[in-house]
């Protein structure tokens, strides 16, 4: 039971990588934008299927923080990224 | 194989499916509006169904409240963000696709 979720876990780095396409071709400064989102959902499923495969309670805690973070860093970014492609909103 | 494990595994299995889903939207899809669409299903399908199958495994309630929380964190996290970013990209004057070409 636990090597599936091994398993899983491999499968959505796998799943990311390949998400780095879209960020690599990504026409506008948004699709590297979804980037972080899918890395903040994705990482987080990532870190519970670990902590159920090595048996370590503590990988959840880091789960959720991670989760955080990736809603402050993908505001931020959504936010700050875009300020140099000539910013025409003056706030 | 319990039934317990049975259900995880199931469940697990289906969240995976989700994400593939997701990914493969996110590299197909014509722009980015769509793109959002995509990734909106990886999280609250996909990470639900994980979620899910850690519920079913979780020793008490302490944990599976967390798992949850986990969960909800997320989906807010991720709707935030989604929106930010389409209400950028439609103030940068990206026309959303309006199904014409391929």
């Given amino acids: 039971?636990?090597?599936?979720?091994?398993?899983?876990?491999?499968?959505?780095?796998?799943?990311?990588?390949?998400?780095?396409v879209r960020v690599a071709r990504g026409p506008t400064q948004?699709?590297?934008?979804?980037a972080a989102l899918l890395f903040g959902t994705t990482g987080v499923a990532l870190l519970l299927l670990l902590a159920e495969?090595?048996?370590e309670p503590a990988l959840i805690d880091a789960a959720l923080v991670f989760a955080l973070l990736a809603a402050i860093a993908?505001?931020?970014?959504?936010?700050?990224?875009?300020?140099?492609?000539?910013?025409d909103e003056r706030r | 194989m319990s039934?317990?494990?049975?259900?995880?595994?199931?469940?697990?299995?289906?969240?995976a499916g989700f994400f593939l889903a997701g990914t493969a939207g996110l590299l197909r899809f014509p722009d980015v509006y769509t793109?959002?669409?995509?990734?909106?299903k990886v999280d609250n399908l996909g990470?639900?169904?994980?979620?899910?199958?850690?519920?079913?495994?979780?020793?008490?309630?302490?944990?599976?409240?967390?798992?949850?929380?986990?969960?909800?964190?997320?989906?807010?996290?991720?709707a935030t963000v989604s929106y930010l970013i389409a209400r950028r990209a439609l103030r940068r004057g990206i026309e959303p696709w309006r199904g014409e070409g391929p």
Avoid: C, I, T
């Avoid at chain 1, 948004?30 to 979804?34: G, I, K, P, V």
């Avoid at chain 1, 993908?74 to 875009?82: D, T």
């Avoid at chain 2, 039934?3 to 969240?15: M, P």
């Fill in chain 1, 1 to 20: 039971m636990a090597e599936l979720a091994g398993w899983l876990a491999a499968f959505l780095l796998a799943n990311l990588l390949v998400a780095l």
């Fill in chain 1, 30 to 34: 948004a699709d590297r934008m979804l």
């Fill in chain 1, 53 to 55: 495969a090595q048996a």
């Fill in chain 1, 74 to 87: 993908g505001a931020a970014f959504a936010q700050r990224a875009w300020r140099e492609e000539g910013g």
């Fill in chain 2, 3 to 15: 039934a317990v494990d049975l259900a995880s595994a199931a469940l697990w299995l289906a969240g």
């Fill in chain 2, 35 to 40: 793109r959002l669409h995509a990734l909106a």
């Fill in chain 2, 47 to 78: 990470l639900g169904l994980v979620v899910l199958g850690l519920l079913v495994r979780a020793e008490g309630p302490a944990a599976a409240l967390k798992l949850v929380l986990v969960w909800l964190l997320a989906l807010f996290a991720s």
